[in-house]
């Protein structure tokens, strides 16, 4: 499902649900970086999904 829809596919999804699918995804590409032994970009990746996590303020 695309982050911005919600699950009747109209609408905008509730910007946690948003920050919770990004969040998610960067985790996954920072798996993938360390895997290509890429140790920078994934603790930079695993840095905005942990910002991702909290409410914005």
Known sequence: MHPKQDERGGGNAKPL???EYIGAMALE???LARD???VRLASL???AAGVAGHPPT
């Open 29 to 31: 590409m920072a798996r």
């Open 36 to 38: 290509e032994g890429d």
């Open 45 to 47: 990746l695993e840095q």
């Open 17 to 19: 649900a948003v920050r």
